[in-house]
C-alpha cells in the first residue's frame, strides 16, 4: 500500500502556505536574529524524519536547542513526558489475560506479557521532557508559541509534508512502531498540524499508545473538512500550557 495526497488538498496546501511565507517573512527574520544572539550555531535546524509511504526527509525547524543536543536523549530518557507501561499500571490500567500463547523472535510468550512488552515498547518510543535543560530562552518562547515550527512550510511546498497530517516521526521514534495496529499511521500525509495536536498536545498524561491510535484514526477518516475543523483549532492548541 501507498498513499497519494490527494490533488484538491494539495493545491490547497500549495495556496495558504505561500500567502503565510509572505505573511510572516518579518517574523522570521526577527526570529533569526534573536537565535543567533543568544547561542552560536545555524538558525535552522533539520532531522531525518519519517513522515507518508515511510519516506525519510530533512524536517525544517527553527534551532531552539543548544548545539549538539541531540546526543543528551539517552541521558534524559527517564525524564520523558510519555508514561511507561509500569507507570500506567500503577494508576489502574489493566491488561486483559488469555488462555492462548504468541510466539516471537524472543520465545514463547502469553498474551499478558506479549501486550505489557508492547506497550512498553511503544511508551519508550516517545520522548519529551519537561523543562529540557537543552532548551535556549529563545527556544522556550518559540517553542511555546509553535514559532519554531514556521520552517516547515517550507517541507510543505517540496511536497513532504502537508498543512495537516500525522506528525512525522524521528527515525529512533519511528523504528518502534511495527506492529499491525499502528503502522497505519504512515499511510496519511506528514502534517505541521494534526489531530493529535490539536486534542492532546501538552497533556503531560497522554500515553505513547493513545496518541499511536489519534494517527490511526485520521489516516483512515481524514476529509477536506475535518482538515478545516483541525485548522481552526490550531491557533489555540499551539500555545502550549507546559514547558515541553
Known amino acids: 500500500m501507498s498513499y497519494k ?59 531552539s536547542m543548544y548545539v549538539n543536543a541531540d546526543k543528551q536523549v539517552t541521558a534524559l530518557k527517564d525524564q520523558s513526558q510519555y508514561k511507561t507501561a509500569s507507570q500506567s499500571a500503577k494508576k489502574g490500567n489493566c491488561y486483559r489475560d488469555y488462555n492462548d500463547i504468541v510466539v516471537s523472535d524472543d520465545g514463547i510468550l502469553n498474551h499478558k506479557d506479549f501486550e505489557k512488552q508492547s506497550e512498553q515498547e ?17 527556544g522556550r518562547f518559540i517553542r511555546k508559541t509553535s514559532i519554531d515550527e514556521l520552517p516547515q512550510l517550507i517541507n510543505v511546498l517540496r511536497g513532504e509534508m502537508s498543512l495537516v497530517g500525522n506528525r512525522p ?36 498524561d497522554v500515553s505513547g499508545v493513545r496518541r499511536k491510535m489519534r494517527d490511526v484514526f485520521y489516516a483512515r477518516k481524514h476529509t477536506f473538512l475535518l482538515d478545516l475543523w483541525i485548522l481552526l483549532k490550531t491557533p489555540l492548541a499551539a500555545i502550549q500550557k507546559e514547558n515541553v
Open 5 to 63: 495526497i490527494p490533488l484538491g488538498k494539495r493545491l490547497f496546501d500549495i495556496v495558504i502556505t505561500t500567502f503565510i511565507l509572505i505573511i510572516a517573512s518579518p517574523l522570521f527574520i526577527l526570529v533569526a536574529i534573536a537565535i543567533r544572539l543568544e547561542s552560536k550555531g545555524k538558525v535552522f535546524y533539520y532531522q531525518p524524519r519519517v513522515g507518508m509511504n515511510y519516506k525519510i526527509f530533512p524536517f525544517f525547524k527553527f534551532r
Open 122 to 138: 511503544i511508551e519508550n518510543s516517545f520522548f519529551k521532557v519537561k523543562n529540557d535543560p537543552r532548551i535556549t530562552k529563545v
Open 169 to 204: 516521526l524521528p527515525l529512533y521514534e519511528a523504528e518502534k512502531i511495527t506492529e499491525d495496529r499502528f503502522i497505519e499511521r504512515f499511510m496519511a500525509p506528514a502534517g505541521i498540524t494534526g489531530y493529535w495536536q490539536v486534542t492532546d498536545r501538552g497533556k503531560d
